[in-house]
């Protein structure tokens, strides 16, 4: 499978739980101590699974060897590794009674000296952690992948705060966001695919759905979404974020603004969840622009100073859960190429 992809010209990933096991499965047979429980109880099934003891170093060293086996076998450019039950019975049978205090301290020394490992053998890995959706979103995590999933919540209403919380501490390039199916899975809620796609370009973009099954007016934005991603991501990436408005606080809109270093160029992320009568516009402030420069907007050209003391009157759009994206760009100067 994995050539067949790399000769569509994508590239492989596989998603997997490396720290869950299953009863019928022959490590447990074989080694029934290797997994987490309280000395004299049933461990506690959840999902169908039990969680291995990572706290014995033996069953660290043979997770390893069976991820190494699985991302030798073939061309494998990306791994999600998911941890989807609580840790219900934090006890080892490998540690003392009176050193039992020490396991959930070792169980995640473990977790990071895999990934670790894995960073250190497979330097071209793209990595992507996740834990029920983004309960492993913190900076231990994000020392050893670039970017965690954020929530199994996509609706692209319910991301507009999930990711504003995020966005407070994390860069928009460890964010995981996808566009998802509707109606939602978590909401039942229906929203363009177009401002779902522009919700997403605030993360790491990308498509969590079977495109096959989409409406046709939907699946032929696909590749303009794609592209527009791929002309700003450098800029989603690295430049200065700043938030301009919270749905979170006025429960009618959002928005977000990227300026690059250079303050040359910024993306603003307008998203109107609930339209209201008799207000043709908004007036956005913008953030840090240079003051002296002049910016061309839709061909209209405005200082800096003004963008951000007066603001950028946006003309809002008919309906509810829609998404703009509006480019800020420097004027060229005479004899300046764009």
């Given at each position: 499978?994995s050539?067949?992809?790399?000769?569509?010209?994508?590239?492989?990933?596989?998603?997997f739980?490396?720290e869950m096991?299953?009863?019928?499965s022959?490590?447990?047979g074989?080694h029934?101590?290797w997994?987490?429980?309280?000395?004299?109880?049933?461990?506690?099934?959840?999902?169908?699974?039990?969680?291995?003891?990572?706290?014995?170093?033996?069953?660290?060293d043979?997770?390893?060897?069976?991820?190494?086996d699985?991302?030798?076998?073939?061309?494998?450019e990306y791994?999600?590794?998911d941890?989807?039950?609580?840790?219900?019975?934090?006890?080892s049978?490998y540690l003392?009674?009176?050193r039992?205090?020490?396991?959930?301290?070792?169980?995640?020394?473990?977790?990071?000296?895999l990934?670790?490992?894995l960073n250190?053998?497979?330097?071209?890995?793209l990595?992507?952690n996740c834990?029920?959706?983004?309960?492993?979103?913190?900076?231990?995590?994000?020392?050893y992948?670039?970017?965690?999933?954020c929530?199994?919540?996509?609706?692209?209403?319910?991301?507009?705060?999930?990711?504003?919380?995020?966005?407070?501490?994390?860069p928009?390039?460890?964010i995981?966001?996808?566009?998802?199916?509707?109606p939602?899975?978590?909401?039942g809620?229906n929203?363009?695919?177009?401002?779902?796609?522009?919700?997403?370009?605030?993360?790491?973009?990308?498509?969590?759905?079977?495109?096959?099954e989409?409406?046709?007016?939907?699946?032929k934005?696909?590749?303009?979404?794609?592209?527009?991603?791929?002309?700003?991501?450098?800029l989603?990436?690295?430049g200065?974020?700043?938030?301009?408005?919270?749905?979170?606080?006025?429960h009618?809109?959002?928005?977000?603004?990227?300026?690059?270093?250079?303050?040359?160029?910024?993306?603003?992320?307008?998203v109107?969840?609930?339209?209201?009568?008799?207000?043709?516009?908004?007036?956005?402030?913008?953030?840090?622009?240079?003051?002296?420069?002049?910016?061309?907007i839709d061909?209209?050209?405005?200082?800096?100073?003004m963008?951000m003391?007066?603001?950028?009157?946006?003309?809002?759009?008919w309906?509810?859960?829609r998404?703009?994206?509006?480019e800020?760009?420097?004027?060229?100067?005479?004899?300046?190429?764009?």
């Amino acid at each position: 499978m994995s050539d067949e992809i790399h000769e569509l010209g994508l590239k492989f990933g596989i998603w997997f739980e490396p720290e869950m096991i299953s009863t019928d499965s022959e490590l447990y047979g074989q080694h029934p101590d290797w997994v987490l429980h309280t000395k004299g109880r049933t461990p506690s099934l959840c999902r169908n699974q039990l969680v291995l003891d990572l706290s014995r170093p033996e069953v660290v060293d043979y997770i390893y060897d069976r991820l190494k086996d699985i991302l030798t076998s073939a061309k494998i450019e990306y791994v999600k590794w998911d941890m989807n039950r609580p840790i219900t019975d934090m006890g080892s049978a490998y540690l003392p009674a009176d050193r039992q205090g020490e396991v959930s301290h070792r169980y995640m020394l473990a977790v990071y000296e895999l990934q670790a490992r894995l960073n250190r053998d497979f330097p071209g890995l793209l990595l992507e952690n996740c834990s029920g959706g983004g309960a492993r979103f913190d900076p231990g995590m994000l020392y050893y992948s670039p970017q965690i999933w954020c929530s199994d919540d996509t609706d692209g209403v319910e991301r507009l705060s999930i990711q504003e919380g995020t966005q407070l501490l994390y860069p928009l390039s460890a964010i995981g966001a996808h566009v998802s199916d509707c109606p939602n899975h978590a909401t039942g809620r229906n929203t363009p695919f177009d401002t779902r796609a522009k919700v997403a370009m605030a993360g790491t973009f990308g498509y969590e759905l079977d495109i096959t099954e989409i409406p046709e007016a939907d699946r032929k934005e696909i590749s303009s979404q794609i592209a527009l991603y791929k002309k700003y991501g450098s800029l989603i990436r690295e430049g200065d974020y700043y938030r301009l408005a919270s749905y979170r606080e006025n429960h009618l809109y959002d928005c977000i603004e990227v300026v690059s270093k250079d303050k040359k160029t910024a993306l603003l992320t307008y998203v109107q969840v609930l339209a209201e009568p008799n207000m043709p516009s908004r007036r956005i402030l913008l953030q840090g622009l240079d003051a002296d420069k002049v910016y061309v907007i839709d061909e209209k050209e405005y200082r800096g100073d003004m963008l951000m003391y007066g603001g950028l009157l946006l003309k809002r759009p008919w309906g509810d859960f829609r998404a703009q994206i509006i480019e800020i760009r420097e004027k060229e100067q005479k004899g300046e190429k764009g």
